[in-house]
């Protein structure tokens, strides 16, 4: 029948229409407290909902991406307050389609040579696309994408080109509007710490397991040893000691070579006498 599309369309807005009102009757000041905003903005909502802004806002959700930020260290860290987890690798810039990351590595200012730190760093937020990449492939987890999407201004010069200042965020920033993604990171990384961190501190208990474990097994083969190979074994590894602190390679050779020609002329010459 002509025109039956046309009345199901009248339909089904006029159900949206009706639901409006009778949501907001079910739900009256109640929209404003609990978790009632949310829902209302949920796929399981009935009407047409319209939001207040800027008195009321939609709730982003954890995945958003909006301008990226460098993660640092919590102020109040105990061992690196506010230090950067970025190394100024440029792998961010290099990445980014649209060219609009620029970063300036420190150096040090008596040696002149590069740190893994960045000095400068700048993105143009009126050029980036919020397309994520930069935070994908960061290998420190040191940039993020923000959920601050009020950035509008009046000002077409230097407003919107964000400083390292205005970039850095704590650490506990990230963990608070992406608490999920963040715990997926640090399970991945192996800990909430920046990754440098867990890698010194995995090779710290490493050395020291190693260490226990030699005087360990140094412990039970003294103690199993009769005294005579005790003092045997101590006096050449006295000799040795000051030797091996004091001498190179080549002198140890050297040494090790007038031993064992000593020892070959000490023998002959019992044998000579024995002869005689």
């Not at 143009?124 to 940039?143: K, Q, T, W």
């Not at 923000?146 to 920033?173: G, M, N, P, V």
């Not at 030797?243 to 023998?267: I, P, V």
């Amino acid at each position: 029948m002509y025109g039956l599309g046309i009345l199901k369309g009248l339909g089904v807005t006029f159900k949206h229409f009706v639901a409006t009102y009778t949501a907001d009757v079910r739900y009256g000041l109640k929209r404003y407290t609990g978790d009632k905003f949310e829902t209302r903005q949920g796929v399981d909502a009935t009407g047409i909902y319209t939001v207040q802004y800027p008195e009321e806002k939609l709730a982003v959700p954890e995945r958003f991406r909006f301008v990226p930020f460098l993660v640092v260290e919590d102020y109040d860290h105990p061992d690196r307050p506010g230090h950067d987890w970025c190394t100024a690798c440029g792998i961010c810039a290099k990445v980014c389609p649209p060219q609009c990351i620029w970063i300036v590595r420190a150096e040090d200012p008596v040696t002149k040579r590069p740190i893994a730190q960045p000095e400068a760093f700048f993105i143009d937020i009126d050029i980036c696309m919020n397309c994520g990449y930069c935070a994908e492939f960061c290998p420190f987890d040191a940039i993020k994408m923000d959920h601050d999407y009020e950035l509008a201004s009046f000002d077409r010069t230097w407003t919107h080109i964000h400083d390292k200042e205005r970039l850095s965020k704590q650490f506990s920033y990230w963990k608070t509007i992406a608490p999920t993604t963040a715990a997926e990171e640090a399970e991945a990384r192996g800990g909430w710490e920046h990754i440098d961190v867990i890698k010194e501190k995995k090779k710290k208990a490493a050395a020291e397991a190693q260490a226990a474990e030699t005087a360990a097994a140094a412990a039970e083969a003294a103690a199993s040893a009769p005294a005579a190979q005790q003092d045997e074994a101590a006096a050449p590894a006295a000799e040795a000691a000051p030797a091996a602190a004091g001498t190179t390679d080549a002198d140890a050779a050297r040494e090790e070579r007038r031993r064992k020609r000593e020892a070959a002329l000490a023998r002959k010459h019992a044998k000579d006498q024995d002869e005689g």
